[in-house]
């Protein structure tokens, strides 16, 4: 056990070693820190993602959502439901109102809905439109504000989108449904699904027995993905969206790999720099523990810095999305996700300080103190 009095001058040798190789030290906490915002950048996005995916879901103004069996939460491209189905829910017990969508995936996360405005104006009140209008023929379509500014288009802009080109007739302000609409039949045309939908909006005439509703749906139609739309807004989670929560995972052990590599690599150069220094300590009586305890602390306050530097850089890269990718890429902060970023980074690092302990406490005493 370390008494007070060796506690400090061990602190004082870590502060030491570190200052007297400013480059190598720089060097280790910037990797820790770009380990660390490699996991905060993509938690945020993906947070961020589905939660603007929830805001824009519950902009539309309906009470229930009808999927086909074969989607998942987050993806629109599929579109194996009949138009059929939606004349067939406005029969059903207290149903007072559907219409339906498809999405045509672009680049990123951007989609392509095809809409039927009248219907939709109806469901939800409408777009407001910050500059310009609806669209008038079937090559148009409106953007959302956001996409607009990221893609710098105005009224009357021209963009190909599916390889097909087409006129920006109107601005609407952001937060329902899509980031870009088009007519319903020109999109399902454009994507090879005639009289095919992707998703099914039910307005009922008492929102508060949604679920109930949702329940006789379910019995009606087997199969089915339906939902109220507090429940598939609720469901709209890292953990039940399977692709984001693998790639996540896939991020982190990246960042660890790389993060134990740089630790690694800084802490066993710092061994052979110090081979004499280490001797030296060893002829004065410090034992095997002290000297791993002397690398661990090292590391462990290189991997704090890095950590803390992490933090900071996050809040860079979220600055560099919301002015670049506004309408494409949405990041969070994500606090809960502080304290687990750091100690992925600390535990990357202190694993990667092993080796280089190892290598530290078996070096030969006579041979250390002749080392030049």
């Not at 067939?88 to 207290?94: A, E, G, I, N, R």
Request: glycine share 8%; hydrophobic share 50%; aromatic share 8%.
């Amino acid at each position: 056990m370390f008494v007070p009095a060796e506690v400090a001058v061990l602190n004082k040798l870590v502060l030491e070693n570190l200052r007297q190789r400013p480059v190598r030290t720089c060097l280790s906490v910037f990797a820790i820190g770009v380990e660390v915002m490699m996991i905060l950048t993509v938690v945020g996005i993906s947070y961020g993602t589905l939660d603007e995916t929830a805001r824009r879901a519950r902009g539309i103004g309906a009470d229930i959502l009808v999927r086909p069996a074969s989607s998942s939460i987050i993806s629109l491209s599929s579109a194996p439901m009949s138009e059929k189905l939606v004349p067939f829910l406005m029969k059903q017990p207290h149903v007072t109102f559907a219409t339906g969508t498809i999405g045509q995936p672009l680049e990123g996360f951007d989609v392509l809905t095809g809409i039927d405005l009248s219907q939709l104006n109806r469901l939800s009140g409408g777009f407001r439109f910050a500059r310009g209008g609806s669209f008038e023929s079937d090559d148009e379509v409106i953007v959302d504000e956001y996409y607009a500014r990221e893609k710098k288009l105005s009224v009357g802009s021209t963009i190909t989108l599916a390889n097909h080109p087409w006129r920006v007739s109107g601005i609407f302000e952001s937060g329902k449904l899509s980031h870009i609409c088009a007519r319903l039949n020109v999109v399902q045309d454009l994507t090879g699904n005639p009289g095919k939908l992707s998703q099914i909006y039910l307005k009922v005439d008492d929102p508060a027995r949604a679920l109930v509703i949702v329940d006789q749906l379910r019995a009606t139609m087997p199969g089915y993905l339906i939902y109220t739309m507090e429940e598939f807004t609720s469901l709209l989670t890292i953990n039940s969206v399977g692709m984001l929560r693998d790639f996540i995972g896939a991020v982190i052990a990246i960042a660890v790999i790389v993060g134990f590599i740089v630790v690694t690599m800084a802490m066993y150069t710092a061994v052979l720099e110090r081979t004499r220094e280490i001797g030296i300590l060893k002829a004065l009586g410090a034992s095997s523990g002290y000297i791993v305890n002397l690398l661990f602390r090292e590391t462990l306050l290189i991997a704090i810095l890095g950590s803390l530097l992490g933090i900071v850089l996050t809040d860079g890269s979220k600055w560099i999305v919301m002015h670049t990718a506004p309408a494409s890429l949405i990041q969070e902060t994500v606090y809960s996700w502080w304290p687990i970023a750091s100690g992925i980074s600390v535990i990357g690092a202190l694993l990667g300080a092993i080796l280089p302990a190892w290598k530290a406490v078996r070096q030969d005493v006579i041979q250390s103190l002749g080392y030049e």
